[in-house]
């Protein structure tokens, strides 16, 4: 079945268990690369702790938790829907910002060292090619569990235009993929993490669990797993879908459904441009 490239990096990145990331914004103790003024220095100095880690668009996982669907929920990923800020990506007065374009590519930009429109904002060179007069900046806001990033777009007379809002995902080690590893991460974890009760065709019955990094263990052999997320091809991606062991001999795809503590594993035929659903392989019964 025809894939985008996309998802067998995602799939390779889930296979390295991420280690757990304090939250915490007292996190400030880490040494910081020195910028080139003074000023910026401070500046990174005072935002890093707030802005550290790896974030996702939030109504994207609101969206997943409600609609328990991937494809229901990809009307939400238009633009940027994933951030990566390492306090450690400074070149002179600004601070790279890895990006994922929606959910489809990567992108990066970056947020100068200095106060914008507001004390937690960012000026960015982030652009709106549409209104070349429009601009962005990053910024984050103070909640009880944790911090939010806002990246905000105003016109030339500085009027908010529009905010999105971000969610730090934690356990997401930084690398070149990690925005488009937290939105995977996110909605494995969501959706399918857990040990479950899987009973086959033939009515045969084992324990089968799924990690939120991508790997199952008990189910037909297979080892790792990877949960549609990107829509933005059209062929073939018109439902919900999960592949096993992909990019190997072993590889299998199924649709499948999730209703409350049931996951539902059905084969997958192709009637291009469609994805159909066959006959009903699994029934998973979560147990935890």
């Not at 809002?165 to 937290?182: H, I, K, N, Q, Y």
């Amino acid at each position: 079945m025809k894939r985008s490239c996309l998802a067998a990096l995602l799939l390779l990145a889930a296979c390295q268990r991420p280690q757990p990331e304090s939250a915490d914004p007292a996190r400030s103790a880490e040494a910081l690369p020195t910028a080139t003024s003074p000023a910026a220095a401070s500046t990174l100095k005072r935002v890093a702790p707030f802005l550290r880690g790896v974030w996702v668009k939030s109504d994207y996982l609101a969206a997943i938790k409600r609609t328990r669907s991937p494809y229901a929920a990809s009307s939400n990923l238009t633009g940027i829907v994933a951030l990566s800020i390492d306090p450690q990506q400074v070149t002179g007065d600004s601070l790279t910002i890895g990006a994922s374009l929606n959910n489809h590519e990567g992108a990066a930009f970056n947020a100068i060292l200095r106060q914008g429109l507001q004390l937690t904002s960012l000026p960015t060179t982030w652009p709106d090619y549409e209104h070349p007069t429009n601009f962005y900046e990053l910024s984050y806001r103070l909640v009880a569990q944790d911090t939010i990033v806002l990246l905000n777009k105003y016109n030339e007379h500085k009027r908010l235009l529009h905010s999105v809002l971000f969610s730090r995902v934690p356990g997401v080690p930084f690398s070149e993929t990690a925005p488009s590893d937290a939105l995977q991460y996110s909605v494995n974890r969501q959706l399918l993490a857990g040990t479950y009760t899987a009973t086959d065709a033939k009515g045969s019955k084992k324990q089968v669990r799924f990690s939120p990094t991508g790997q199952v263990e008990g189910l037909g052999g297979f080892r790792q797993y990877y949960l549609a997320t990107d829509f933005v091809v059209t062929v073939e991606n018109n439902l919900d879908n999960i592949i096993f062991d992909i990019g190997t001999k072993r590889q299998q795809d199924y649709v499948y459904t999730i209703s409350q503590d049931t996951v539902r594993l059905y084969a997958a035929r192709v009637a291009e441009p469609d994805l159909l659903r066959g006959p009903l392989q699994y029934t998973l019964v979560r147990v935890h």
